[in-house]
């Protein structure tokens, strides 16, 4: 059993407000991700930790940010959110072999 | 430039048979496979996975082939239950990508188990 967690689950915001999606897992592990999904479609890194005070730039570009201060929290902060931003983010966590992921966060911008 | 190719969208097989999912790869430099299904407002769950060493690992109904020569992985669930109706994604991992440990994923076969 995976022990990583994300909230909200659901999120609707409008436009222009700033949102942290938080992330934390309690298996000790290193590697940390952020995936973007959009219903239909693959799914995009857009960051990545290899852990505490490490922070990466995923393949997909992102207006988010995410910081690495404690091993087990991983959060993603949207400044200013747009309609843009409406998708799945998904976070995992990972020692050597698989990944496991969290619930997911779908977030609707408005 | 898609290194990761699931080229099947949707697969329907009928309750009892066998599915079998597909996916190809592009970059050699990829030691080390996943696969993950995931239902719809769900994260993705961890099913079987695959070291370049070998060709084949299997765990209950799930089996995975590796063809390293062809750059081709393949998912077979037998017998196919209606509960494995989901989307699967195949990933790939390489140690010394981008000096990376990143995951890459396709982009996904919806399975649909027919009663």
């Known amino acids: 059993e995976a022990d990583i967690y994300q909230t909200p689950r659901y999120l609707v915001i409008g436009t222009g407000k700033k949102i942290t999606l938080e992330c934390s897992q309690t298996?000790?592990?290193?590697?940390m991700y952020w995936y973007q999904q959009d219903p239909g479609m693959e799914l995009h890194l857009i960051h990545y930790?290899?852990?505490?005070?490490?922070?990466e730039k995923g393949d997909l570009s992102s207006e988010s940010t995410v910081s690495r201060i404690r091993t087990e929290h991983f959060p993603l902060t949207l400044e200013s959110a747009r309609p843009s931003h409406t998708s799945q983010y998904l976070c995992?966590?990972?020692?050597?072999?698989?990944?496991?992921f969290g619930q997911g966060t779908r977030l609707t911008v408005v | 430039d898609q290194q990761v190719k699931q080229n099947s969208p949707s697969l329907s097989v009928q309750e009892g048979r066998i599915s079998i999912l597909n996916c190809d790869y592009t970059?050699?430099?990829?030691?080390?496979f996943l696969w993950y299904k995931k239902y719809p407002a769900e994260g993705p769950t961890f099913l079987i996975s695959?070291?370049?060493?070998?060709d084949k690992n299997e765990d209950g109904r799930f089996t995975v082939f590796l063809n390293k020569s062809a750059k081709h992985l393949s998912l077979h669930i037998v017998p196919s239950q209606p509960g494995d109706s989901a989307v699967y994604f195949c990933?790939?991992?390489?140690?010394?990508?981008?000096?990376?440990?990143?995951?890459?994923f396709g982009q996904g076969t919806r399975l649909t188990i027919n009663p």
């Open positions: 930790s290899y852990g505490v005070n490490s922070t």
């Open positions: 970059n050699s430099m990829f030691d080390y």
């Open positions: 990933a790939a991992s390489g140690f010394i990508i981008q000096g990376a440990q990143k995951l890459v």
């Open positions: 995992a966590s990972r020692r050597n072999t698989e990944a496991f």
């Open positions: 695959i070291s370049s060493i070998k």
């Open positions: 298996m000790g592990h290193d590697k």
